[in-house]
């Protein structure tokens, strides 16, 4: 069977929606598609992937319509004659056909206060119990494929790259926050420079998140309390004039 | 030409390669106070250890205080058929458990046991639960937390820049040329010293779990520039990849799915790895499925089942089961782990193979088995490096990780490389730092040698017209997965290798279209030049070792012979082309030999010295 797919084609300057065929095989996912173009029709078909099993997060694309992992959504997702519009991520600039310039992400994510562990107790091993780490190991999942960034209002609509961070790295923020050992105070960052106000829980970034991480739910609305406490709770405001902030 | 017109960034020391063993030298450098400079083919954090599932083999005897180095140590020497370098084996079971309590120190978050300490898991060939672990994301813990600590180290990462030759003056190491895959243009790195950890040419097969960028790269660029190669006959088939779907056959299946009471079943129903016991391992593993049950329970004093045996045994053995006709419908086994755990478990210890199989097979683990088969894992031989600092025998040029060889013998054992990629990345950063404190004078790199490096990678698209490097490319898997797989014979060999010889006529004419921005037609066709050199050198130490051994089976010389110990095989350039030999190897030290051939009852007691 053969299906025909539209294919984002160009750079930065310019670009047009191009059409191709491939024949398909059993179990194929839009990645493997991709690929055959690249060998029959077009050598320099530009697409960024790595481990073809959801793992790496390298292949996010735009298909349909919908931020996706090229690698994990299968051809038998979509009806017989459907035709599959492939795109790359709007929100990042493009570089080339498939492949955004993803920078920024980098570059917020050397922005955000290291890990600072607490001494070791018995000067050997780090204590943590399961129920302490499981909050956090759900955060850590995150493959960085930055489909959350792409469908971000903040990012993809209002453009306000510089005022937010992201949903990617407020759960990165989140991890670090609530990480058992950590001792390092990020709350004024978040609310000041990282942005924590901006998002308005429309949950479009937990939607595409192929790790099924509770992005808003257990990570962003947790950081936004956290502020809130911190910087609106009147009796903690109080507390925090008598006695300078959290120690 | 001038290179003056090409940009040229100045490091003391540059890393190729950003997996875990790349970041880990890059780290160990910059905390030694040297410009460091690290590049990769991919964004960082997207290197081949974010696939590695099972964990990371340290013995910290969290789960079972009778672990020690000792045991790891002999572990690792009978899992690689004794023909690892021994000092390089040492240093990696004694040096484990520093690098594991480092990675949680800078924030990774592994399982827990019940007292709150890291959780360790049972694995192939390792006598005890030693793999610490994150589900069956490891490897993705390990590398993020590397990634995120890295960035705070002054150390500059250059992405999506891929490395094409060394340049050498006279005989040391002075720099890289380079691409920057965005642009296509070229890039010269003028450095003290360089560090490869460019992992290793799975892609030179066509049923590989390695993605598009294992393709040799660092094997290729050493050799050229005179470094040797060391067990290059040994490449590891992980017994369980993914079989079905086409698209995905080769995707890795965690050998923690055995590790936690997968076993393995072929068409009849049979539990065939109990006729697969090797007479070495016979008295260390379960010979009825009660015993193997009542280890899977926690009995101490019951033995391993043999769906845990090394990783050689299990993927022949699967071999022999569907060529006896009793394999599985697409040509594999059958393993199961729904009938032996309940499914909250296996989604709890085992997410990301619940989800693969389920988005990628719609096939529910927790109710059926899954279908497997070998696959094109891993390279235990690579560049010979001195197993203390890293160094080749190109001074100033080291090289640390799957593309380095020695330290896994015949066979590695899993779990070992996620472990031998922080020892040994951080002893690479070591040794290049000593290098650099006792170089004097002054290096350069002549316009020559940059100008020929950047001219053969030009001429690909200059050209009027030429072969498509994605068909080649197909070809070479072709030739490798025909003639130099799992099973081996001296015929399929030799034919292999003129096949082999032949394609490089194609190599020499691949033509990329377009231009060089972001073409992966044209890194493709650049790829392949590295790829080769690593498929001509498995199959010439292949051809020459005449028994078989851990991962190397050749089925005109069974079973291992004695005089297979006494030396290991050198691949390196010479003027007629490339030249493998025997080298003989040197008797390992008396208290190391000691502990590997110790009983466990020795060991245990620790009535041995060392």
Known sequence: ????????????????????????????????????????????????????????????????????????????????????????????????????????????????????????????????????????????????????????????????????????????????????????????????????????????????????????????????ERVVDRFYDPVMWVFNKLFGGRS | MDYSDIQTIEHDVLVVGAGGAGIRAAIECAEKGLSTGIISKSLLGKAHTVMAEGGIAASLGNVDSRDSWKVHFRDTMRGGKFLNQWRMAELHAKQAPDRVRELEEWGAVFDRTDKGLINQRNFGGHRYPRLAHVGDRTGLEIIRTLQDFCVHQGISTHMECTGLDLVLDGDKVSGLVGYWRETGRFVLFKTKAIILATGGGGKAWKVTSNSWEYTGDGLGMAYRAGAELIDMEFTQFHPTGMVWPPSVKGILVTEGVRGDGGILLNSEGERFMFNYIPKKFASETADTEAEASRWLDGDREARRPPELLTRDVVARAIKKEVEAGRGSPNGGAFLDIASRRPAEFIKKKLPSMYHQFKELAEIDITEKPMEVGPTLHYFMGGIRVNSDSQQTNVPGLFACGECAGGMHGANRLGGNSLSDLL????????????????????????????????????????????????????????????????????????????????????????????????????????????????????????????????????????????????????????????????????????????????????????????
């Not at chain 1, 996010?60 to 090229?70: D, M, Q, S, Y």
């Not at chain 1, 562990?117 to 129920?131: A, I, L, Q, S």
């Not at chain 1, 000041?192 to 992005?215: A, K, L």
């Not at chain 2, 972001?518 to 493709?524: F, R, T, V």
């Open chain 1, 1 to 224: 069977m053969e299906r025909n797919f539209i294919i984002w084609r160009g750079n930065s300057k310019k670009g047009e929606f191009k059409n191709y065929t491939v024949k398909l095989e059993p179990g194929m996912v839009v990645l493997d598609a991709i690929h055959r173009i690249q060998v029959e029709h077009a050598n320099d078909l530009a697409v960024r992937w790595n481990c073809k099993a959801g793992k790496c997060g390298s292949c996010g694309v735009e298909i349909n319509g919908r931020p996706k992992l090229a690698c994990m959504t299968r051809m038998n997702e979509f009806t017989p004659d459907e035709v599959i519009t492939v795109q790359p991520l709007k929100t990042f600039p493009v570089i080339k056909d498939l492949v955004t310039d993803v920078s920024w992400n980098y570059e917020q994510n050397k922005m955000i206060p290291p890990f600072k562990p607490r001494e070791k107790k018995n000067g050997k091993d780090h204590v943590m119990y399961r129920r302490d780490v499981e909050r956090i190991q759900e955060f850590r999942k995150c493959i960085e494929c930055y489909l959350c960034q792409d469908v971000c209002h903040v990012l993809r609509d209002q453009d306000k790259k510089e005022k937010f961070v992201g949903p990617r790295f407020m759960i990165r923020l989140a991890s670090l926050e609530m990480h058992p050992l950590d001792r390092e105070d990020r709350i004024p960052k978040i609310k000041n420079e990282f942005g924590s106000g901006m998002c308005n829980i429309t949950r479009c970034c937990t939607d595409v998140c192929p790790e099924h991480i509770q992005i808003t739910d257990n990570g962003i609305i947790p950081l936004k």
């Open chain 2, 423 to 610: 020892v040994f990345g951080k002893l690479a950063g070591d040794g290049a730092a000593n290098y650099i404190n006792s170089l004097t004078g002054q290096l350069n790199c002549s316009n020559e040698e940059v100008s020929k490096i950047i001219k053969e990678a030009t001429d690909i698209l200059n050209r009027e017209e030429g072969k498509n490097p994605y068909l080649v490319h197909e070809e070479l898997q072709n030739i490798l997965q025909s003639y130099v797989s799992i099973v081996r014979t001296g015929e399929e060999l030799a034919l292999g290798l003129d096949e082999l010889q032949k394609l490089k006529a194609d190599i020499a004419e691949v033509f990329a279209h377009a231009s060089a921005q972001y073409n992966p037609g044209w890194n493709e066709a650049l790829d392949l030049k590295n790829l080769i050199v690593t498929a001509e050198a498995v199959t010439r130490a292949a051809l020459i070792r005449e028994e078989s051994r851990g991962a190397h089976t050749r089925l005109d010389f069974e079973g291992e012979h004695d005089d297979g110990l006494k030396y290991n095989i050198v691949i390196k350039k010479t003027e007629s082309g490339m030249s493998a030999e025997k080298v003989r190897r040197e008797d390992p030290p008396v208290e190391l030999a000691d502990i590997a051939y110790a009983s466990l009852e020795e060991l245990e007691g620790d009535n041995l010295g060392a």
